[in-house]
């Protein structure tokens, strides 16, 4: 609960003040085995950590802040999926929200659904997500996000999968698409993809990721500041290790080229830088 009353002097230098202006709230928590269920009314973060500043000089796309509200802190490793579907500080101000994560045997589980007063218009928003552990290290999942407001709705589904394999080697696949729509007008549907290779050893590693957004691709619960492209990368890493105490103990060569297309562009024309 707080209260606040704010005051006016007067030009007599009185001094004077109106009925103090109440908030309240509540979080509570139900732990289970394997499950936990997380509800917030009006919740209060005022106490939250401020964001570091970042330099926005000739910035063109959105800012990544990481989150920090308790609400959205607890389980969401279990939320997290390639390509950043999920952000939940897309959710600017919820009035109240339901959350459940869990693990049962191999496979985990999340679901959120809040009620969002920030932006230009309230919106329902709701994120869920189910992964399964695959052997020792690797894992597969599907991902689903909607925002709905009471102009119009954007949906996101995706599936991905990374696999581990020789402790040095992973690949990940991830496909899907978003779905959006606004009352009297025809939805705009948008694929999705990421490929992506992986070694990462003492002296030789390396990371090659081919990654598309289609034309109108949105992801309203996510952080995708940027549709329409095919961004190709190559990244490779040698590294030297001399005796310990030696004038050079160690040094590293980084190199590869980086190449980006606009979606119906990609295999068809020369990249654009």
């Known amino acids: 609960v707080t209260a606040a009353a704010n005051g006016t002097r007067a030009a007599d230098?009185?001094?004077?003040?109106?009925?103090?202006?109440?908030?309240?709230?509540?979080?509570?928590?139900?732990?289970?085995?394997?499950?936990?269920?997380?509800?917030t009314l009006n919740p209060d973060f005022s106490q939250v950590e401020s964001d570091a500043a970042q330099v926005t000089v000739n910035e063109r796309f959105a800012l990544f802040f990481a989150e920090k509200r308790p609400f959205f802190l607890e389980g969401i490793e279990l939320f997290s999926t390639p390509g950043q579907l999920v952000y939940t500080r897309r959710i600017v101000d919820p009035i109240g929200g339901v959350k459940v994560t869990g693990k049962q045997g191999r496979t985990g589980f999340a679901l959120l659904s809040t009620r969002d007063e920030g932006?230009?218009?309230?919106?329902?928003?709701?994120?869920?997500?189910?992964?399964r552990d695959v052997g020792a290290n690797s894992l597969?999942?599907?991902?689903?996000?909607?925002?709905?407001?009471?102009?119009?709705f954007n949906r996101v589904a995706a599936a991905d999968a990374r696999i581990v394999f020789k402790k040095l080697y992973y690949v990940l696949?991830?496909?899907?698409?978003?779905?959006?729509?606004?009352?009297?007008?025809?939805?705009?549907?948008?694929?999705?993809?990421?490929?992506?290779?992986d070694r990462t050893a003492r002296v030789w590693g390396f990371n090659y990721?081919?990654?598309?957004?289609g034309k109108g691709f949105d992801a309203q619960s996510g952080y995708v500041p940027r549709s329409d492209m095919v961004e190709a990368r190559a990244f490779n890493r040698f590294t030297y290790y001399g005796a310990r105490g030696a004038r050079l103990?160690?040094?590293?060569?980084?190199?590869?080229?980086?190449?980006?297309?606009?979606?119906?562009?990609f295999g068809r024309t020369r990249p654009l830088e």
Request: overall charge neutral.
């Open 13 to 39: 230098g009185s001094f004077s003040r109106p009925s103090p202006d109440f908030s309240t709230g509540a979080n509570l928590r139900f732990g289970f085995t394997n499950a936990s269920i997380d509800a």
């Open 140 to 152: 597969a999942g599907v991902s689903f996000t909607d925002r709905t407001t009471a102009g119009g």
């Open 119 to 131: 932006g230009s218009a309230d919106a329902w928003a709701t994120i869920a997500r189910v992964r």
């Open 173 to 197: 696949g991830q496909v899907g698409g978003s779905f959006t729509g606004a009352d009297g007008t025809t939805s705009v549907n948008a694929p999705m993809f990421q490929a992506e290779f």
């Open 249 to 265: 103990e160690t040094a590293s060569v980084f190199f590869g080229p980086n190449r980006l297309w606009k979606y119906g562009d």
């Open 209 to 213: 990721r081919l990654t598309g957004f």
